[in-house]
């Protein structure tokens, strides 16, 4: 046995109350140094001072900018890129599980390409094209139609057949694709600026005013996907031991696809296109954790948040005092490991 297993087989052996600890402190850490670090950087010790002053109800010693840096710009920022990441390597851990396929994930099979184009028409015909409704209902509905219409694509007699099913999702990803970019064709220079921000992804928008409803969606279906833990693991042994172990497979499948688009669409909605988070983190933690998803599920929606806002801190750092969008750097994270995952499995099927 090498090195690197023996570590994977140790990581695996932890126990799940220590494991999520751990996940829990490089959280914590990431999201504490993402905070001070900036085109102003401020010290750990005053970033502190300012989360803890405004969360007793005090006024913090450090002076109006800081405490305004810290409090009204950063915080909001960090918390809401946490928030995507634990949705977006959620949805990913549930998409996986459903198809069977290691390689599924929001992006891949579409829903997040649904949800941006639901987003776009929004914003290109001042939501005319979609009875007024707003974008962030708009993103959703946009998700699970794809997921409906792949999901459709991707069965062979009535079963899902988890190549068919990647390949249908790539291809109405692409024809949604060129939907979006059309409606750019269209749109006014304002517009425009608004469209690039769904194509490429950024959590600059952040506000204290944004991050309730998001919060409050993320929770509750992270919250519900965790009950879900066993029969995921059922799943994966086939449809027919499923229902043989008392899995109502059909049910579970569409609750988890609803929960699934909700998460995707609710995030793409604030923080626009952001992909291979739902690819990348689950596998990450599958590798090092073990395969069961009462272990995965809270170690990925963790180590997920903790992954995005170390991009989101990469994205405004690399080149400051600009800041570069999300999605440059979770494709070029994404796309190597997606290879790789192909020359490791041997293909898709």
């Known amino acids: 046995m090498t090195r690197t297993s023996r570590q994977r087989r140790l990581l695996a052996a932890t126990p799940l109350p ?10 914590f850490a990431v999201m504490l140094v993402s905070i001070a670090v900036g085109s102003v950087t401020v010290s750990i010790t005053d970033t502190g001072r300012v989360i803890l002053a405004h969360v007793s109800g005090r006024t913090a010693d450090v002076g109006f900018t800081v405490d305004q ?17 634990c949705g977006l390597a ?22 997040s390409s649904g949800a941006s184009l639901g987003a776009v028409t929004v914003i290109v015909t001042a939501g005319a094209a979609l ?22 694509l991707g069965q062979r007699r009535g079963t899902l057949a988890p190549t068919r099913l990647v390949l249908a999702g790539v291809a109405v990803g692409y ?11 269209r749109a006014t220079p304002n517009e425009l600026r608004a469209v690039l921000f769904w194509t ?24 519900v996907v965790l ?4 029969r995921l693991d059922v799943l994966g042994t086939g449809d027919e031991q499923a229902t043989a172990l008392g899995v109502d ?61 170390a991009v989101d801190l990469l994205s405004r750092t690399i080149d400051a005092p600009d800041e570069l969008p999300l999605g440059i750097f979770t494709a070029a994270f994404g796309a190597p490991f997606f290879l790789w995952l192909l020359r490791r499995d041997g293909g898709l099927a």
């Open 175 to 185: 024809l949604l694709l060129a939907a979006t970019n059309y409606l750019q064709l």
């Open 200 to 223: 490429m992804g950024s959590v600059s928008g952040a506000s204290w005013s944004r991050l309730g409803p998001v919060t409050l969606v993320v929770v509750v279906v992270v919250a």
């Open 18 to 27: 220590i494991a999520i600890t751990i996940a829990l402190a490089i959280l």
């Open 90 to 111: 959620v949805s990913g851990v549930i998409l996986q599980a459903l198809v069977h396929n290691s390689l599924a994930d929001p992006y891949v099979l579409g829903l």
């Open 69 to 85: 840096i810290v409090w009204n710009y950063r915080l909001p920022r960090v918390i809401l890129a946490a928030l995507c990441g």
């Open 131 to 152: 009875g007024g409704i707003g974008v962030s209902a708009a993103a959703f509905l946009g998700a699970i139609g794809t997921a409906a219409v792949v999901f459709a």
């Open 227 to 230: 009950a879900f833990g066993r």
């Open 249 to 309: 497979v059909r049910t579970t499948r569409i609750v988890l696809l609803v929960l699934a688009s909700l998460l995707t669409g609710v995030l793409i909605a604030v923080a626009g296109g952001v992909g291979f988070v739902g690819l990348m983190v689950p596998h990450l933690v599958r590798l090092t954790c073990g395969m069961g998803h009462r272990r995965v599920l809270p170690l990925a929606a963790l180590l997920g948040a903790a992954y995005l806002v």
